[in-house]
């Protein structure tokens, strides 16, 4: 009798606990560097159904809807507030839902759907200002704190092409953002809020090539960028979510199993590929948050329901399927890579020469995201189910092993043993790792070997999964991106001559990059490749005079809990140093010495950011990254 009323008090227990919902038990939701986490800085992921539009309300005219979406194991519901199309905007209806999903337990995506015409400043879409104003002081009034804002869906440019020829319609959504941002900042100031990105929502590179910038009157908000998938037949993006994971945090507002058109069959293994990547196998290793399309019985292969069926629960094959991945729940698993033989060494006072070729062992999704086109690969698919070493080192000689894939050549293919090896036959979004020991901790120039022939050339450096590069004072930059120019000026298709450059942000020419690595020892070093790329030959870090360096080794130093609230944290150093700690702008808010040995402890009452401590003792100058929720 006493094991059955203890079960039975776990039961009541866990019901008590499930009806109280998740908003209960994450509350207020922030970022913590690029990750979406609780009030309490828990990693945390939101996954359900968006709505289609407001004209299929039969399947979200009450709660009984949300509670459903809730008991398939959903967290998050994404109203889908189509501007121009339907019956048009509907504040009424937002406002229910708003209120439904509170009442459930629900976190709540509100999205101003625009689609055609895609430029959000559109006349037509005049009404974003009303719309926000009032939604918020809704939310404001009612102190819910479940409300999310998706401040335009799908902006674009309704023509073909790969996504980084369209710069200018980034530049339509940073003039929108500016105007619409500081309405929510007013009544929502601390709110997640995603922002749209170029050509449907599949350039989310942009957001750390040019970022948006934040204005007083909505620096408090917690800003991410909007990604959108259709497996069946944007496999090709995918690489592009997963490499800017490691630079910016992302929500996939909008995904489905079916092609871009939202019908023509649906493709659960390419859906896998997807989620594996949200799951945490990405750059960053970020987890990244999802809404599938559409929670309607359109009669489309995206739908949840098959048409007409909702009111009897007909779940589709798209349905069945979220529902499957649904009742997992975490599902989290990140990259797993070791070195190719072993960790180059970078002595940090000689120039080091990063071989290529000898990216870390642990293949696709792990220490690489490669995709080859037909006419590189031709026995692949668009799943990329059959890629190659389209490279010559790969074709022709056979380099590396035959299951893996990324593609490498030769510099001069005419003198193989003296040529460097070359990452080639790149597109948009492939990325990949490698393992060096860094002998000095410190900030350094480098160079790339590139050839002559003209393209995109965009791409980023991530180091240990994260942004990897500072300006020459040592801060942080907002400009992770950098081209890379032809090495004689360019002249197409000229592959054959290659030369030593140095890339530059196309944003921001004047800074002057550099590599971090805040202490010495092991890191990852990745190259993400935001465009089409014409080939990167050896990658070359200058070494610098060791008096420069930090001579400070990493067991010596100690600083925790990092992230950290408000700026407390500990801190023990290995000799006697003087410690400052600068914010983003190069202000010192804290100087002091700390003796060798001794537990420092901080209570500085910052403002969320990231700052960077210096340790300046008689070995050296060590720098530190640390992050204030």
């Not at 935001?530 to 100690?558: C, N, P, V, W, Y």
Request: charged share 20%; glycine share 10%; with cysteine.
């Amino acid at each position: 009798m006493k094991k059955l009323l203890t079960l039975v008090s776990l039961l009541l227990m866990f019901l008590q606990g499930n009806a109280a919902g998740f908003v209960d038990q994450w509350g207020r939701l922030k970022l913590v560097g690029n990750q979406l986490c609780s009030q309490d800085g828990k990693p945390i992921q939101l996954r359900g159904w968006s709505t289609h539009g407001s004209w299929f309300k039969h399947c979200y005219n009450d709660k009984s809807a949300f509670e459903k979406m809730k008991n398939e194991g959903a967290n998050l519901a994404r109203i889908a507030m189509y501007v121009t199309e339907g019956d048009g905007v509907d504040e009424g209806w937002v406002k229910n839902c708003i209120d439904w999903t509170e009442q459930v337990g629900l976190y709540c995506l509100v999205d101003w759907h625009i689609l055609k015409p895609g430029n959000p400043n559109d006349g037509s879409y005049g009404g974003y200002s009303n719309f926000f104003r009032n939604i918020t002081s809704y939310v404001k009034q009612k102190n819910y704190k479940h409300v999310l804002w998706e401040i335009c869906n799908e902006p674009n440019d309704d023509v073909e092409g790969a996504p980084a020829e369209f710069d200018y319609v980034w530049d339509w959504i940073k003039e929108y953002a500016q105007k619409v941002l500081p309405i929510i900042g007013e009544a929502d100031p601390d709110a997640v809020v995603m922002v749209g990105t170029p050509q449907w929502d599949q350039d989310v590179t942009r957001a750390f090539q040019d970022p948006i910038e934040i204005k007083d009157s909505f620096k408090g908000l917690q800003i991410m960028y909007s990604f959108h998938h259709y497996a069946a037949d944007q496999q090709r993006y995918l690489g592009i979510l997963s490499g800017a994971a490691a630079f910016v945090p992302i929500f996939i507002t909008e995904w489905g199993l079916s092609s871009h058109t939202g019908d023509s069959g649906v493709d659960t293994k390419a859906g896998d590929h997807m989620l594996l990547v949200a799951n945490g196998k990405n750059l960053g290793g970020q987890i990244i948050s999802w809404a599938n399309w559409s929670w309607s019985d359109k009669g489309e292969s995206s739908g949840t329901f098959t048409g007409g069926g909702y009111s009897n629960m007909n779940w589709s094959e798209s349905g069945n399927y979220i529902r499957q991945q649904l009742k997992k729940g975490d599902n989290f698993k990140f990259c797993e890579t070791t070195p190719y033989e072993s960790a180059q060494v970078f002595d940090g006072e000689n120039d080091f020469y990063l071989d290529l070729g000898a990216y870390d062992k642990g293949g696709q999704d792990n220490a690489y995201f490669d995709y080859d086109e037909d006419w590189a690969c031709p026995n692949n698919n668009k799943n990329n189910e059959h890629p190659c070493n389209a490279g010559d080192a790969g074709k022709e000689d056979g380099f590396r092993a035959s299951d893996e894939f990324f593609d490498i050549g030769y510099s001069d293919k005419n003198d193989k043993e003296n040529a460097y090896k070359t990452l080639g036959y790149i597109g948009n979004g492939e990325w990949v790792t490698y393992t060096i020991e860094v002998q000095y901790a410190g900030d350094y120039e480098f160079e790339a070997y590139a050839c002559n022939h003209p393209d995109y050339n965009t791409f980023a450096i991530a180091v240990d999964g994260k942004p990897g590069l500072v300006d020459e004072e040592g801060k942080p930059t907002r400009y992770q991106a950098l081209y890379l120019p032809p090495c004689k000026g360019g002249q197409k298709d000229d592959y054959n001559t290659w030369g030593w450059v140095t890339p530059y942000s196309e944003y921001n020419e004047s800074i002057k990059h550099r590599i971090h690595f805040d202490k010495p020892g092991k890191h990852t070093i990745s190259f993400a490749f935001m465009t089409s790329f014409s080939g990167l030959g050896s990658f070359k870090i200058k070494g610098q005079d060791h008096s420069s360096l930090s001579l400070i080794r990493d067991e010596q130093i100690a600083l925790w809990p990092n992230p950290s609230e408000n700026g407390s944290f500990n801190l023990t150093v290995g000799a006697d140093s003087d410690v400052k700690i600068l914010n983003a702008q190069g202000a010192c808010v804290y100087s002091n010495n700390v003796a060798a040995g001794k537990i420092a402890q901080l209570n500085l009452n910052l403002a969320s950011g990231v700052y960077v401590v210096t340790i300046e003792s008689e070995k050296g100058v060590s720098t530190q990254k640390l992050i204030v929720k």
